[in-house]
């Protein structure tokens, strides 16, 4: 892990939850103080800030006696990760849809058409796709929304390098073509067309990944997947 930030305290942050989230860093892995300091050749204090702030964010579990060690992921997790991002991304398209600026518009269609050269790419089509998401927050004016879904989607690229490589890449075509299902109904200004077009196309990527963990969906819960 290198460090890349001006701050420390962010830098050793970032450093860590991006070992976490490319699994550098394993699922039950003791995180060691001493060991860490000597790797980013900090002191104690911003490993301490940084391993409770990934405590706050879900991604370490900190223990009496035992100390820091990386979260566990199971198929339970995929289930929350996918409720969370169902609700924000719902509140966030419908805003977005009724204020986005014709600028705006044409920008997410920028986005989605930029897409299309990186399909077989699903490190780089998995950015941008995180990208489009933020973005739209950004059109709805929803700051809050904006980092609750940013921490999110850091929990949907662990699950996706751990558990759904491959079913992910077998599905971006797909969901490409989905998307510009879904700017059509952007054009269109109506909020319950744009709701839909989420749901056909979450539903559908549910549906591949449920089949893929031997998962049930979880009642109630269809805008899930990406």
Not at 96 to 117: F, H, N, R, Y
Not at 169 to 184: G, N, S, T, V, Y
Not at 194 to 211: C, D, G, M, P, T
Request: charged share 25%.
């Amino acid at each position: 892990m290198r460090l890349s930030f001006h701050s420390k305290n962010k830098a050793v942050y970032h450093a860590l939850l991006q070992s976490i989230i490319t699994g550098e860093s394993r699922p039950g892995e003791r995180l060691v103080i001493d060991n860490l300091a000597i790797e980013l050749s900090v002191s104690h204090i911003p490993i301490r800030e940084a391993l409770r702030q990934l405590e706050a964010d879900g991604f370490v579990t900190i223990e009496p006696h035992v100390g820091a060690t990386v979260t566990e992921i199971n198929t339970s997790l995929v289930s929350e990760v996918f409720a969370l991002l169902q609700a924000m991304e719902i509140i966030s398209s419908r805003v977005a849809c009724l204020q986005m600026s014709d600028d705006e518009l044409k920008a997410l269609g920028d986005l989605i058409d930029q897409m299309k050269s990186h399909l077989d790419d699903p490190t780089r089509w998995s950015q941008e796709n995180k990208d489009l998401h933020l973005f739209i927050c950004d059109c709805a004016k929803m700051p809050v929304i904006k980092k609750m879904m940013q921490k999110t989607l850091d929990h949907w690229d662990r699950l996706r390098l751990y558990y759904l490589k491959a079913v992910f890449a077998d599905r971006i075509e797909i969901a490409q073509r989905e998307h510009f299902e879904i700017l059509k109904a952007f054009r269109t200004r109506n909020p319950n067309e744009v709701e839909k077009a989420i749901q056909r196309h979450n539903q559908a990527a549910l549906a591949a990944y449920s089949n893929f963990l031997g998962m049930q969906p979880t009642p109630g819960v269809r805008n899930l997947a990406r």
